[in-house]
């Protein structure tokens, strides 16, 4: 709040500039972005504030956006689960967190009924949340099959990806990525997930999170051991494996699959095994398998194309909302009603009586009425708290 102050000009009228809005959160698709593993020690994200309005006129500057990216495959969530957005393209923006609005100087204010506006608004509040972001991997082909089965060596030896091999089970605990490039300049996306175990479906060994990656992958690669090792034979780990897949998702079954024994080079002569066979670790066969994949790949990339846009499962509400309580006081809810509140210095009456106006003009008391409410009757509007009165 601010007026002129010249020589010779005894009631210079009001010159208090507006302040400056605050910056957006934005969550950007970023295809040099693999992971979301930058959240885990870094999960809270702040754009810069907005500065103050001057006198004079002067406004202040608005805060810069914050553009976080995020990889492709991202799913934004509620805490409580419910979907607000799927990122799948690079580009793809979401708005995940609103700048508040900058207030108004006393010069908005204005009129012929008021000459000298005592009050100007105060800054909005930026809008502030959790949000549950979930991966969910956008690979062509993924490599499925249970623990120690070959899947990492596999994924280092056709592709330039360096995942964690050992000899024992669950080596592999984040899924890994690489990609492929073949001979005639194309490639596609390989994705090696986690060993899957008997019960997977139903969360066992963390199989929702491992499975949740394979809903997104174009073709299967069925990987069964073949060593004397495995703890069943081929056909029954092929049955186990396709009735968790079956179970946490029906149509993962009509997918393209691929169907490959691994580690061959340590099968016994009279296995009872008549697919193709690899040895990742000497190279056997694993030519041949790039092959047959690329062109299930292509022939699914033909039949199921790129998505074009990003879904909003959920849209932002407009407008304002009445609600009563288990205490019979009435709520008012919703960021335009809330709005004509905050940004108004209650404690100012001339302030105080410019956000009933902007109340009346969104139609809040006529709402209040229309709902039920009764003379003497508690109502919230944000910090605002006063007794309904019947006009």
């Given amino acids: 709040m601010s007026f002129r102050r010249e020589a010779h000009v005894p009631k210079g009228g009001p010159d208090g500039g507006d302040g400056g809005k605050g910056g957006d959160v934005w969550l950007v698709v970023d295809h040099n972005v693999s992971s979301l593993i930058a959240f885990k020690d870094h999960p809270h994200r702040a754009a810069k504030s907005g500065t103050h309005g001057q006198g004079k006129g002067k406004h202040g500057h608005s805060g810069s956006d914050l553009e976080v990216p995020v990889p492709p495959g991202t799913q934004v969530k509620e805490r409580d689960g419910t979907v607000l957005a ?91 990525l690489g990609v492929v490039r073949l001979d005639d300049g194309s490639d596609f996306v390989v994705a090696d997930l986690p060993g899957l175990i008997e019960g997977a479906s139903e969360g066992r060994g963390l199989g929702h999170q491992f499975l949740r990656h394979v809903e997104r992958a174009r073709v299967l690669v069925v990987m069964l051991d073949l060593s004397p090792l495995a703890p069943h034979p081929p056909a ?31 099968a016994e002569p009279d296995l009872d095994f008549t697919g193709h066979r690899i040895a990742a670790v000497t190279g056997d066969g694993v030519r041949e398998l790039v092959g047959k994949m690329a062109e299930a790949v292509q022939r699914a990339r033909a039949e199921q194309p790129e998505p074009e846009a990003f879904v909003i499962h959920r849209p932002v509400p407009e407008g304002f909302r009445i609600e009563r309580d288990e205490h019979g006081e009435w709520h008012v809810l919703g960021r335009q009603a809330i709005r004509a509140v905050a940004l108004s210095d209650l404690t100012q009456v001339e302030a105080l009586d410019e956000a009933h106006r902007r109340l009346k003009a969104l139609g809040v008391d006529k709402a209040l009425a229309r709902a039920g409410a009764q003379q003497g009757d508690t109502v919230h509007i944000g910090s605002l708290v006063f007794d309904y009165e019947d006009e």
Wanted: charge should be neutral; avoid cysteine.
């Fill in 86 to 176: 799927d990122l799948v393209n690079p580009g793809d923006r979401f708005l995940a967190a609103e700048g508040g609005r900058g207030g108004r100087g006393n010069a908005r204010f204005l009129s012929n009924r008021r000459r000298a506006p005592a009050f100007a608004e105060q800054g909005e509040v930026g809008e502030e949340r959790w949000l549950r972001l979930e991966l969910k991997l956008l690979a062509d082909v993924a490599l499925v099959g249970f623990p120690s089965v070959g899947k990492s060596t596999l994924i280092s030896v056709v592709s330039a990806a360096k995942p964690k091999i050992a000899d024992y089970p669950f080596t592999t605990l984040e899924p890994n």
């Fill in 236 to 266: 029954e780990q092929e049955a186990l494996l396709l009735r968790e897949l079956g179970a946490y998702q029906p149509d993962l079954l009509e997918r393209p699959r691929i169907v490959v024994g691994s580690r061959a080079d340590l």
